[in-house]
């Protein structure tokens, strides 16, 4: 759609020198009639938009819509004005659709007073957090309509009940052994009803369902993210344009948030002036050596970390004392108590080795603090998803060969993790929070307030995630806790905010680190579920006491009894057709895989063009202001010119050019 | 109480919901805020309310850019800032979530316009630093700075080098920051 103006076409103050009021009026009532008929003939939804979307004050706007109104009014037939009213009936659905949806969106005060006080980049936290409670809930929701309610209609017999304690809650083992709540609760009967359902295809698609959704609801987001904030950047970007043209934030209302961020925009600019006149001294090359051999340094300690804790994890885990010593004498209370080590361990390196890092990038000097916080977060991703890495690799090498009903186990060890996580980060609010301030405040004035990390509260979140995804397939009820535990941080988080913490001080690009954030939870977390899940259903051997695939060599292999139970029936052929000769062979993906690798290359192709053209185009703009420059130049003297001949001959001259003094409404929209 | 509170007929509400982005609650929102803001001014229903009025508003108070808001958005003769109902209503459209990007900047550039010649020169843009800046000492930034920042500026949105920003370079250096459209919000 060609953007609408209502302006004249050329020039700005150049367009306006030596001409009459009346021929101003004339040209700006042209360009009127010009956007009307514009207007007209556009498609009524466009049209609406396009009339709000004038700069107009409203009185205008009102007219230019009569005026397009009464148009179109001359120039329907009596059909169309049936369409009119249907489509006009559907935008006012649409209108009061979106006034609804309002409603239902909950936190939304909640969230319109944190972005008042902290500002936004505070607020995408808590909009991630509201995020990922989404996906919880849809997970609970089709898991416990598709397999855990036919499961509780149809009780398999349980063969031995223990009674409740209070330990459960934190272990999940015992009472809970039995339960829908894990993967040993469920069998995989066909039950007989009008429709037979077959509770091991219920519980293999859901699953699948559930995974296949999440991978198009995340690909989409990030694709959508990447596509508004990584816009092509050509041309200096370093500069402070942006931080002074567009990142005051309007939505801060508070007063003392408006003066702490007038006083950070302050030192932000200074600094960004002053490393401006550093970079013009180039470093000498002993000192870009002794960078280099720190930041080596600092990579090569953060690793060691890393694979020092996994390692520490991997052993305990396999310790032959501590390991299983509960599932043999399942009655012991400090067996019970035992299992909770591990998790312990786990959450306590999540806590203590970040801190680590960020003393070690102390040491490590950086050329400007964005490079500081994609590293920082670089290192943490790296860590935690090695900590669960090992997890994997233990539950899913180690355990099957030792436990009888070892997807049960598995289920309950994510259940004790996420347990344990919930529980220190009630202790971090707490210590790292309330006490910090506290002392913070009153007995170490020097340390300040403590400011809300964003990284590290969202690597939380995205960690968390995690493990109740792995958990879904060996726990299908596990987001019920994940959605409690959203809940609850939500309210806590919210109020150590306003009582502890002051926004952070280098917010800038916020909407690229978010973008960030929704890649990293695609990428190492996501896929890597994905891939467990796959290994998991395509080569394990299921548990042959319990669950929904006990006796079959492996999970997938009800697909391939149901296709094979399909065959004979002709109505579903096609279904068996396309599974064996589409899905299985590996000629199609070899195909898909060459015409996905075609297109990318074409799209590379025409984004390098897009580039060069780009580049042509600022040229041409360059050169386009000298040619104004000089125009203008040469104008200004004949202006001069003809002045001094007039006021040498006024008669020959009835009229003075006039100055519009309304001429700042003549500046072109559509360069 | 003074005054009766007039209710919006339905009419005039799906005009405004037609002509803003404002959605059905923010206009009626809207309306007991302003009407609120009349009945303090004592004047005759309708009439606009004035400068000082609107900016005891919480949304406004502290902004640094109030004044300027307030000058853009009124349609009054006498150029003095009051602002009609219509008025403020363009107001919170142009910083609704829903405004496109093309009006926040073009309305973003007209706030940022102190002296309202159309193009954003150095005074513009001195102005504008100072009001971001805060008024203690040891926030301003010097003069010297100063020159520096702004020569900075304009070598990195001045595309034709005319020594101002007008209004497409702006837009320009808006459309490469996404951050823009989340922070040019006011919500009543």
């Known amino acids: ?671 | 109480m003074g005054g009766t509170s007039s209710k919006l007929s339905k009419d005039l509400l799906s005009e405004y919901q037609e002509l803003t982005f404002l959605t059905k609650q923010e206009i009626l929102m809207a309306h007991k805020i302003f009407s609120e803001l009349q009945d303090k001014e004592n004047g005759p229903y309708g009439a606009r309310v004035s400068m000082e009025k609107v900016l005891t508003l919480p949304e406004l108070k502290s902004n640094p850019f109030r004044k300027r808001i307030c000058q853009v958005f009124s349609t009054s003769d006498l150029k003095d800032g009051s602002l009609s109902f219509e008025d403020f209503l363009d107001l919170l459209s142009a910083f609704s979530d829903s405004a496109t990007l093309e009006i926040k900047s073009h309305y973003a550039f007209r706030i940022f316009d102190f002296d309202d010649d159309g193009t954003l020169d150095a005074r513009d843009l001195e102005k504008l630093v100072n009001s971001l800046t805060g008024e203690t000492d040891d926030t301003r930034l010097t003069g010297e700075e100063m020159k520096q920042l702004i020569g900075n500026i304009l070598e990195e949105s001045d595309i034709d080098k005319d020594g101002t920003v007008n209004l497409s370079e702006f837009q320009h250096v808006i459309s490469r920051s996404p951050d823009f459209v989340s922070s040019f919000k006011i919500v009543l």
């Open chain 1, 1 to 671: 759609m060609r953007r609408m103006s209502v302006f004249p076409q050329h020039g700005t103050a150049l367009g306006n020198l030596g001409r009459t009021a009346n021929e101003i009026r004339q040209e700006a009532e042209n360009s009127k009639n010009v956007l009307v008929s514009d207007l007209v003939n556009l498609s009524a939804g466009a049209r609406f938009q396009a009339i709000r979307s004038l700069p107009m004050p409203f009185n205008e706007r009102k007219t230019v819509r009569n005026r397009v109104n009464s148009v179109k009014l001359s120039k329907t037939i009596l059909t169309a004005d049936c369409r009119q009213q249907v489509s006009r009936s559907f935008r006012r659905f649409c209108a009061s659709l979106a006034s609804a949806r309002q409603h239902l969106i909950i936190w939304q005060d909640t969230l319109k007073e944190i972005g008042s006080r902290f500002g936004t980049s505070v607020l995408s936290y808590f909009l991630f957090l509201k995020w990922l409670l989404q996906f919880n809930l849809f997970s609970l929701i089709i898991n416990f309509c598709f397999i855990t309610i036919p499961q509780i209609v149809h009780a398999p017999n349980i063969s031995s009940t223990t009674g409740f304690r209070g330990l459960e809650l934190l272990t999940g083992v015992g009472y809970f052994n039995q339960t829908v709540l894990f993967y040993g609760g469920y069998n995989g009967e066909v039950i007989v009803s009008k429709p037979a359902y077959n509770m091991q295809l219920a519980y293999f698609f859901t699953i699948a369902a559930y995974l296949v959704l999440c991978w198009v609801s995340l690909i989409y987001s990030m694709s959508r993210s990447f596509q508004k904030n990584f816009v092509l950047e050509t041309g200096p970007v370093s500069g402070g344009a942006w931080r002074l043209l567009c990142s005051w934030d309007f939505s801060v209302v508070n007063e003392k948030a408006i003066q702490y961020n007038k006083n950070n925009l302050a030192i932000q600019l200074k600094e960004s002036l002053s490393e401006r006149l550093q970079e013009k001294n180039k470093m000498s090359l002993s000192d870009r050596i002794k960078h280099l051999s720190l930041h080596l340094l600092a990579w090569l300690l953060s690793l060691g970390l890393a694979l020092g804790s996994c390692a520490g994890i991997y052993f305990l885990g396999t310790d032959p004392d501590l390991a299983f010593s509960f599932n043999h004498n399942p009655n012991d209370l400090r067996a019970e108590a035992s299992t909770l080590l591990l998790p312990v361990v786990v959450s306590l390196i999540n806590l203590i080795v970040p801190l680590l890092y960020s003393l070690i990038s102390k040491i490590e000097s950086y050329s400007n603090p964005r490079a500081k916080i994609y590293i920082s977060i670089i290192r943490n991703v790296v860590l935690k998803m090695s900590v669960l890495g090992i997890l994997c690799f233990y539950w899913l090498n180690f355990v099957p060969d030792n436990i009888s009903c070892w997807e049960t186990f598995v289920g309950q060890s994510v259940y004790r993790l996420l347990m344990i996580d919930f529980i220190f980060c009630l202790l971090g609010i707490f210590f790292g929070e309330f006490l910090r301030n506290v002392i913070g405040t009153m007995c170490i004035q020097s340390l300040g307030v403590p400011e809300f990390d964003i990284a590290r509260n969202v690597l939380d979140l995205i960690y968390a995630q995690t493990l109740a995804w792995i958990g879904i397939y060996f726990s299908p009820l596990l987001p019920v806790m994940q959605v409690l535990k959203l809940f609850i941080i939500f309210y806590l988080k919210k109020i150590s905010l306003s009582m502890n913490c002051q926004p952070p001080k280098h917010t800038g690009r916020a909407a690229q680190i978010q973008t960030v954030f929704i890649a990293l939870l695609f990428f190492p977390s996501f896929v890597g579920v994905l891939s467990m899940v796959a290994y998991t259903v395509w080569s394990l051997k299921p548990s042959d006491q319990c669950g929904p695939f006990q006796g079959l060599d492996t999970p997938f292999q009800t697909i391939f009894h149901w296709t094979d139970s399909i065959q004979n029936f002709p109505e579903s052929n096609w279904v068996w057709w396309i599974f064996e000769n589409i899905l299985r062979s590996e000629l199609f993906y070899y195909l898909i895989s060459l015409i996905v690798l075609v297109i990318t290359y074409f799209l590379w192709q025409i984004t390098q063009g897009r580039k060069q053209l780009i580049k042509t185009l600022r040229e041409q703009i360059v050169n386009e202001g000298k040619d104004k420059a000089f125009l203008l130049n040469k104008l200004q003297n004949l202006q001069k010119e003809r002045r001094e001949i007039a006021s040498y001959r006024p008669q020959d001259f009835d009229q003075t050019p006039h100055f519009n003094p309304n001429w700042t409404n003549t500046l072109p929209l559509n360069m």
